[in-house]
């Protein structure tokens, strides 16, 4: 039985091989997605502790407090330290030499004037000795034309850019501080009042000649108290990779998640493939069974065969999936994404990627294996024993029902639950049904879809939908790997659309002004505002900020502007009058002039108040216990804390033009701050929607191949299995043109069925979602993106179309008299 299942494959190599396309594309994936992985992973471990060559100790903050500027010098103090620094990260801006802010966010971090603690390669000059210097990476410095020796314009959240002058460059090309962006290093206290710091990040720590690091920690611990913590060297470097590798971990299992989606679809093909081949050997099984082959070996046999296959398909999956991982690196470079390391292929992964092609490829293979056993070997002898229809059970019809019905019935309760697990939930059981359901649901499609085009093409379509549905489980297979890639595909399509749609009209109901000033990456300067607000051309400056106290989130309103989603007396907001939410003043037992106390401080309740734009949610704080407050009243209480965005109108009688020209003088000077109006603001917001959907749309498109791939092979073996009846229809008068037109219209009306109830369950998905984000707060409803569905829909005929072209060559390359004869 082994000589001879090795002779069928040397015989059918080029066939099988065609039919494990799949295996090949979904262990490509798996390998790519590693080996990326790998590469990426050894890279953080090479650059972890890029910037600790020099630290033997580090002291560190246990809660979110900074370490104040004092606590170095008390560690300095230390028997056995040889030098002492505090060190912080944060944001920054730089104004370019034509006066203009330098893209790209802008990793700033304070550089140590000790020389036992510098750590940073420095490319020309030196690095900054004492106030006033500052140093930039290398590439920064050569696109701006920046000189040494020159001033540089520097700002952030501590105010206005000033001037500092660049006394080098430095290479942070490929360590944590390369994020795509500039980097600037300052000395401490600089970086301290650029970042508005009130303190360090962390203290670093260099031991004298000869001392015990042990010992030397045990001194330190002493000294800062048991509020910090001190670690040794070894710890930090291994704090350090754990830092480095998390997010990447987190991005690989992102990745693994499209991988696994993949490797169901490669699943469903690839049985289905199976099923088709050993179904059109059943002569010939039944043949082996006759001369004494059992039902066992026939069935180890035909496993062996898949393992093989599925083998070399997996090694074939290996080797794009290096050239898959090295496509990755200039696609990460062209999304701002930093990438370190090489290529690294592991032992590992070759295993792993082999292991699991073959596994999938033998797991598919059970169920058609066992099926081909069944069949008495006399009566596969004959005509009638082959059938050319299967149908599916009553239990399976039956529990397919109740499956999609539980889904589709577990989406639309996610809506009134407000629960995302339940959406992902229903979705799954949906999708399930479908898959149990598609026997039935499936045929019934293609006929209704193959109605219109009988009509129009006439009996070539015919001949095409009873081609379709004469197998329903096959048909029912090859539609449903196309259900899940285009399900997940048009989820995320019209989720993407619908949330785009919900945020603008958010911004329209939230943001009232006709200019938006936001921080860019980071809060607004402390002074900005008020340089704003004293602006004859502007009439209204609201900075929005927002700090919890006392379980009770408080949030600043201008007078002006409440009453665009508030609701109830907001002209009593005012100095020392606050308006409280309806939730918060019903649980304190609070009404209009009643006394509340915030912070230590005494206020009256102005009104209570309720929030027109969104429902009340639950977050950090019990739902709707929220007090506003003016912006000076707000300042008063909490100074120090800072918004992300500013609402800016023109004052009465001044234009938006003159208003902006007013701003942007104002702004020249802080650099990390962004002008924006409402439109350009919904696009920000937007973007990263867009770039979302589109890296998703690209990591499912591979599954969407797949299944497209199944298609093709399908539709081949079935080309195959009706030689003879291809024959009898040419001998008849069938053209060669229309034979064509059949096989295509047969492969449309597969992919489009696919299609559709792939459309139809992400819809239905994306639709969940938005009821929950609805319910979460915000004006959230589903929008159908018709222009991008229709595309889905037109890139899945035209690649059916093209799937079409092989089979339909094959069926035309034999004779017609050859073809008659065929057993």
């Known amino acids: 039985m082994i000589r001879m299942t090795l002779r069928s494959l040397r015989a059918e190599a080029l066939r099988m091989l065609l039919s494990a396309l799949a295996v090949v594309l979904g262990v490509a994936f798996i390998a790519g997605t590693l080996i990326f992985a790998d590469g990426m992973r050894a890279g953080a471990y090479d650059r972890a502790g890029v910037f600790d060559r020099h630290t033997d100790l580090g002291v560190y903050p246990r809660g979110d407090t900074p370490l104040?500027?004092?606590?170095?010098?008390?560690?300095?103090?230390?028997?056995?330290?040889?030098?002492?620094?505090?060190?912080?990260?944060?944001?920054?801006?730089?104004?370019?030499?034509?006066?203009?802010?330098?893209?790209?966010?802008?990793?700033?971090a304070a550089i140590p004037t000790e020389p036992a603690l510098r750590s940073y390669d420095v490319v020309a000059g030196r690095l900054p000795d004492s106030a006033g210097e500052v140093v930039l990476d290398a590439p920064t410095v050569a696109e701006e034309g920046f000189t040494l020796g020159a001033p540089v314009q520097i700002g952030g959240t501590g105010g206005a850019a000033r001037p500092y002058t660049l006394v080098g460059t430095v290479d942070v090309a490929g360590t944590t501080r390369d994020v795509g962006g500039p980097f600037i290093g300052l000395v401490g206290s600089d970086a301290l009042a650029v970042t508005d710091?009130?303190?360090?990040?962390?203290?670093?720590?260099?031991?004298?000649?000869?001392?015990?690091?042990?010992?030397?920690?045990?001194?330190?611990?002493?000294?800062?108290?048991?509020?910090?913590?001190?670690?040794?060297?070894?710890?930090?470097?291994?704090?350090?990779?754990?830092?480095?590798?998390?997010?990447?971990?987190?991005?690989?299992?992102?990745?693994?998640?499209?991988?696994?989606?993949?490797?169901?679809?490669?699943?469903?093909?690839?049985?289905?493939?199976?099923?088709?081949?050993?179904?059109?050997?059943?002569?010939r099984t039944a043949l082996l069974r006759l001369v004494g082959a059992t039902?066992?070996?026939?069935?180890?046999?035909?496993?062996?065969?898949?393992?093989?296959?599925?083998?070399?398909?997996?090694?074939?999956?290996?080797?794009?999936?290096?050239?898959?991982?090295?496509?990755?690196?200039?696609?990460?470079?062209?999304?701002?994404?930093?990438?370190?390391?090489?290529?690294?292929?592991?032992?590992?992964?070759?295993?792993?990627?082999?292991?699991?092609?073959?596994?999938?490829?033998?797991?598919?293979?059970?169920?058609?294996?066992?099926?081909?056993?069944?069949?008495?070997?006399?009566?596969?002898?004959?005509?009638?024993?082959?059938?050319?229809?299967?149908?599916?059970?009553?239990?399976?019809?039956?529990?397919?029902?109740?499956?999609?019905?539980?889904?589709?019935?577990?989406?639309?309760?996610?809506a009134s639950a407000g629960q995302v697990l339940l959406v992902a939930l229903g979705g799954v059981l949906a999708f399930f049904g479908i898959v149990l359901f598609g026997p039935v649901l499936v045929p019934?499609?293609?006929?209704?879809?193959?109605?219109?085009?009988?009509?129009?093409?006439?009996?070539?379509?015919?001949?095409?939908?009873?081609?379709?549905?004469?197998?329903?489980?096959?048909?029912?297979?090859?539609?449903?790997?196309?259900?899940?890639?285009i399900g997940l595909v048009s989820a995320f399509v019209v989720g993407a659309r619908s949330t785009k749609d919900g945020i603008e009209r958010n911004v329209d109901a939230q943001i009232g002004t006709d200019f938006v000033v936001t921080g860019i990456g980071q809060d607004l300067p402390a002074l900005l505002a008020a340089e704003l607000a004293a602006l004859p051309e502007l009439g209204v400056v609201h900075e929005q900020r927002t700090m919890i106290s006392d379980d009770v989130?408080?949030?600043?309103?201008?007078?002006?502007?409440?009453?665009?989603?508030?609701?109830?007396?907001?002209?009593?907001?005012?100095?020392?009058?606050?308006?409280?939410?309806?939730?918060?003043?019903?649980?304190?037992?609070?009404?209009?002039?009643?006394?509340?106390?915030?912070?230590?401080?005494?206020f009256q309740?102005?009104?209570?108040?309720?929030?027109?734009?969104?429902?009340?949610?639950?977050?950090?704080?019990?739902?709707?216990?929220?007090?506003?407050?003016?912006?000076a009243d707000f300042t008063a209480l909490f100074p120090d804390q800072r918004g992300f965005l500013?609402?800016?109108?023109?004052?009465?009688?001044?234009?938006?033009?003159?208003?902006?020209?007013?701003?942007?003088?104002?702004?020249?000077?802080?650099?990390?701050?962004?002008?924006?109006?409402?439109?350009a603001y919904k696009k920000m917001l937007t973007g990263t929607v867009d770039m979302l959907l589109a890296f998703v749309t690209a990591l499912l498109g591979l599954a969407v191949v797949i299944a497209l791939v199944g298609v093709a092979n399908t539709l081949s073996l079935s080309v195959v299995e009706r030689t003879r009846e291809n024959g009898v229809l040419r001998a008849v008068g069938m053209t060669r043109s229309r034979m064509r037109a059949m096989l295509a219209v047969?492969?449309?009306?597969?992919?489009?069925?696919?299609?559709?109830?792939?459309?139809?369950?992400?819809?239905?998905?994306?639709?969940?979602?938005m009821a929950v984000l609805a319910r979460l707060g915000g004006d959230f409803h589903v929008v159908l993106p018709l222009g991008q569905l229709g595309l889905i829909l037109g890139v899945a005929v035209l690649a059916a179309l093209l799937a079409s072209v092989l089979p339909a060559r094959r069926a035309l390359s034999r004779p017609v008299v050859e073809a008659l004869g065929e057993q």
């Not at 260099?206 to 030397?216: D, I, V």
């Not at 949030?555 to 007396?569: E, I, K, V």
């Not at 309740?605 to 912006?631: E, M, Q, R």
């Not at 500013?646 to 001044?654: F, N, W």
């Open 444 to 485: 019934a499609l293609v006929r209704v879809i193959g109605w219109p085009v009988r009509r129009l093409v006439g009996t070539t379509a015919g001949l095409a939908v009873e081609n379709a549905v004469r197998n329903p489980r096959r048909v029912a297979a090859t539609a449903t790997a196309l259900v899940i890639g």
């Open 197 to 283: 710091g009130r303190g360090y990040g962390r203290i670093m720590v260099a031991a004298r000649a000869g001392t015990s690091g042990a010992a030397l920690a045990e001194r330190v611990r002493a000294a800062v108290g048991a509020d910090v913590e001190v670690k040794g060297r070894q710890q930090i470097l291994d704090d350090a990779v754990d830092d480095a590798v998390r997010d990447l971990n987190q991005f690989t299992m992102l990745l693994l998640t499209f991988v696994g989606v993949a490797v169901v679809v490669a699943g469903f093909v690839i049985a289905n493939i199976f099923a088709i081949v050993l179904a059109q050997r059943t002569r």
């Open 68 to 108: 104040p500027a004092s606590l170095v010098e008390r560690v300095r103090a230390v028997d056995g330290v040889a030098a002492a620094a505090g060190e912080l990260t944060g944001t920054a801006g730089i104004l370019g030499v034509a006066g203009r802010p330098v893209l790209g966010f802008a990793v700033l």
């Open 646 to 679: 500013a609402e800016i109108d023109p004052a009465q009688g001044v234009s938006a033009e003159r208003a902006r020209d007013a701003i942007e003088a104002v702004l020249a000077r802080y650099p990390t701050v962004n002008l924006l109006d409402q439109g």
């Open 746 to 769: 047969e492969a449309v009306l597969m992919a489009l069925v696919g299609a559709v109830l792939g459309i139809g369950l992400g819809t239905g998905v994306s639709a969940a979602a």
């Open 295 to 414: 039902r066992g070996q026939v069935f180890r046999a035909a496993l062996l065969e898949s393992a093989l296959v599925g083998f070399v398909a997996s090694a074939l999956g290996v080797l794009l999936g290096v050239g898959l991982a090295a496509a990755m690196r200039p696609l990460m470079s062209r999304l701002d994404v930093p990438f370190t390391g090489g290529l690294t292929v592991a032992g590992s992964t070759v295993l792993t990627s082999l292991l699991l092609g073959t596994a999938l490829t033998v797991a598919a293979a059970l169920l058609p294996a066992w099926r081909g056993t069944r069949v008495a070997p006399v009566a596969a002898l004959t005509d009638a024993a082959v059938q050319p229809s299967q149908g599916a059970g009553l239990l399976r019809l039956a529990l397919g029902a109740v499956v999609l019905g539980l889904g589709i019935a577990t989406l639309v309760g996610a």
């Open 553 to 602: 989130r408080i949030r600043t309103a201008h007078p002006a502007l409440a009453g665009r989603t508030l609701s109830g007396d907001v002209g009593r907001l005012g100095p020392g009058q606050a308006l409280v939410h309806r939730e918060l003043a019903q649980a304190r037992g609070w009404q209009a002039g009643s006394p509340l106390t915030i912070a230590g401080r005494s």
């Open 605 to 631: 309740v102005g009104a209570v108040v309720a929030d027109d734009g969104t429902a009340p949610v639950a977050g950090a704080v019990p739902a709707g216990h929220v007090i506003y407050l003016t912006g």
